[in-house]
Structure formats: structure tokens, C-alpha cells
């Protein structure tokens, strides 16, 4: 049985920094696309970034593009979102997820359930 935990989310004020992460358990991450998506309240869940198989390629919503990074540690089994000049509408549950992608963010599918996800909270 696979499983993703994501951690990493709290409460940050604008401009700071905040590094997600989401392990993986029961299969190499390394082989499969990985998603982080968020949804913030009263709207629906959208995608903001994928690392595609073997890190040959990433993508970014236009929203956080320039401020957000994703990365991978093999070792550690493990997909990191480095999210940099947060801003309050940032604040969102984030989740991430095996996908299929096509050309873009706006076209990643989750593959399975959605885990619990982590909560970021940007304000003053």
C-alpha cells in the first residue's frame, strides 16, 4: 500500500519562507510524477507544481512561478515544495499526490486518494 504524508505548514507572515514535504511510503517516488496542489477556503483545489519522473522536468502555476520550487530527495524518498515571498493568498491546505500530467499544472490528475494535506497560513 502506498502512501504520501505531507508536513511542513504553518503559520507564516508575508514575504517569509516555508519548505513542504511529502514522503512517500510503500513505493519509490522517484518513478512517478508528483503533484502539490492546494485548496484554499471556498475555493476549489488547484494545482501548483509538478516534478515529473527522474526530476527530467518541472512545472508551475503562473501564480507562484519565480517564488516556489520543487525539488526531490531520492535518498529520503521525499518531494519538497520550497515556497518563498508568500503571500496571503498563498494561505491554503496543500496537498500532494502521484499524477499524470500534460503539458501544464492545470492538467494534472491525481492518481488515488487525497491524504490529509498541510495547512499554510500567511497573514500578519
Known amino acids: 500500500q502506498f502512501q504520501l504524508m505531507e508536513s511542513g505548514g504553518r503559520v507564516v507572515q508575508p514575504g517569509g519562507s516555508l519548505k513542504l514535504s511529502c514522503a512517500a511510503s510503500?513505493?519509490?517516488?522517484?518513478?512517478?510524477?508528483i503533484g502539490w496542489f492546494r485548496q484554499a477556503p471556498g475555493k476549489e483545489r488547484e494545482g501548483v507544481s509538478c516534478?515529473?519522473?527522474?526530476?527530467?522536468?518541472?512545472y508551475y502555476a503562473d501564480s507562484v512561478k519565480g517564488r516556489f520550487t520543487i525539488s526531490r530527495d531520492n535518498a529520503k524518498n521525499t518531494v519538497y515544495l520550497q515556497m518563498n515571498n508568500l503571500k496571503p493568498e498563498d494561505t491554503a491546505v496543500y496537498y500532494c499526490?502521484?499524477?499524470?500530467?500534460?503539458?501544464?499544472?492545470?492538467?494534472?490528475?491525481?492518481?488515488?486518494?487525497w491524504g490529509q494535506g498541510t495547512q499554510v497560513t500567511v497573514s500578519a
Open positions: 516534478i515529473v519522473a527522474h526530476a527530467e522536468s518541472t
Open positions: 499526490a502521484p499524477v499524470t500530467i500534460g503539458s501544464g499544472v492545470q492538467t494534472m490528475a491525481p492518481i488515488g486518494s
Open positions: 510503500g513505493f519509490n517516488l522517484n518513478v512517478i510524477a
